[in-house]
């Protein structure tokens, strides 16, 4: 299944702005102000948008709406991870919440509690924090901001991708991945980024792109940014995440699998994560109640140790040797393929090793991308 009309560029679903009054003279502010020409509301600090309805029936209108705002908590922080699954050791840089594109999984509709996207314009204090954070030579860092958010999903508004391309550009200890599931690149063409940047998209069968992705870049157009973006010299990564349980899944992700490795440089690709699908129980809820003709939740799942619903452990086995097999037939000996939030027996089964052995999932991904001695 494939979807023929192209969404194109998920920010012009943002159709009102609104500010706190300490960030209206925020130079940022002024910057997106004047680049959206959208219309705003002045809130006072504490004040919050109003968006008619309750949550998460409110959730569809309230991907129209921006919040710019400070983040007075801490931008740059360790992902939160569970103990009860192998981690990958990622930092998170927390660069605002929501997305302006709707998966039916997507999990913050479980983790927020406000309909309305944020984005914080006090970048200074951003840049601070990675200054401190960085500062120790000691370790590695691989940063992501796509915890809370899309990482390009609003860029084409707020321009912070070149930004952070340009900061992170001397950072010898440390990596950023900007993980999406659109194609707004124009603003990394032509940037001096020194091979510290990867570009990552999420993928799936076609059918879960296509039926379960609402407003994201199609199949084809993802291919498509990503080898414009491997030319421009950028490094990728690939997210098989979430990987659902559908009819037809292995024909599905075989093909998705072939086909990216046809239209995308082998060797630029750094890793691959794979994840089947887990999911707090207030999540089937709501996406129930805001997708009613997804039928994916209502499969047979086991509680997991983190307190997520996860498929049996012999269907989640059976799921990962068949996408490994599929992904060991085209991937290069450099990319690191691993699971996202597993344990040690499922390693164990599947890849016939456990990360310990290769020196944890940290060490692992950093050898990828020419962070740690091999
Ligand atoms: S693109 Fe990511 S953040 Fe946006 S709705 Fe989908 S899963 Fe959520």
Redesign the pocket.
């Known amino acids: 299944m494939t979807r023929n009309k192209s969404y194109g560029d998920p920010a012009k679903y943002v159709r009102h702005l609104h500010i706190t009054e300490d960030c209206e003279d925020n130079r940022y502010t002024q910057e997106i102000l004047e680049r959206t020409g959208l219309p705003y509301t002045i809130l006072k600090t504490a004040e919050r948008p109003v968006i008619e309805g309750t949550y998460p029936g409110n959730l569809t209108e309230g991907k129209h709406h921006l919040l710019l705002c400070k983040n007075l908590g801490t931008f740059f922080k360790p992902c939160p991870g569970t103990k009860e699954y192998r981690c990958c050791d990622y930092q998170v840089l927390n660069i605002g919440m929501?997305?302006?594109?709707?998966?039916v999984?997507?999990?913050?509709?479980a983790y927020l509690n406000n309909p309305w996207m944020s984005f914080f314009v006090n970048i200074e204090k951003l840049f601070t924090e990675l200054d401190q954070g960085l500062a120790d030579k000691s370790r590695v860092f691989r940063i992501g901001t796509?915890e809370f958010?899309?990482s390009l999903?609003i860029d084409s508004i707020t321009h912070l991708s070149p930004r952070l391309v340009n900061y992170i550009r001397d950072k010898e200890n440390c990596i950023l991945e900007l993980k999406?599931?659109?194609v707004v690149i124009d603003n990394l063409k032509g940037l001096d980024h020194n091979g510290r940047t990867i570009l990552a998209w999420?993928l799936n069968s076609q059918q879960v792109m296509a039926q379960e992705?609402i407003r994201?870049a199609s199949f084809e157009e993802r291919l498509q940014a990503a080898a414009q973006v491997a030319e421009w010299g950028y490094h990728l990564a690939f997210h098989f995440d979430p990987i659902i349980y559908h009819d037809g899944w292995q024909e599905g992700y075989r093909e998705t699998i072939r086909r990216l490795f046809a239209s995308v440089p082998t060797k630029k690709i750094v890793w691959i994560s794979l994840g089947a699908l887990r999911y707090l129980p207030a999540l089937k809820e709501i996406a129930g109640l805001r997708f009613s003709d997804s039928r994916f939740f209502y499969e047979e799942f086991v509680d997991g140790l983190d307190g997520k619903k996860r498929y049996f452990r012999t269907e989640r086995v059976a799921m990962y040797r068949f996408i490994l097999a599929e992904i060991q037939k085209y991937a290069a000996p450099s990319t690191c393929v691993y699971f996202c939030m597993e344990n040690d027996e499922i390693w164990q089964e599947v890849f016939g090793f456990v990360p310990e052995e290769k020196g944890g999932i940290p060490a692992m991904l950093d050898r990828a991308v020419g962070l740690a001695p091999c």
């Open positions: 929501g997305c302006p594109m709707d998966c999984y997507c999990i913050l509709q796509g958010t899309d999903a999406s599931k659109s999420s992705e994201t």
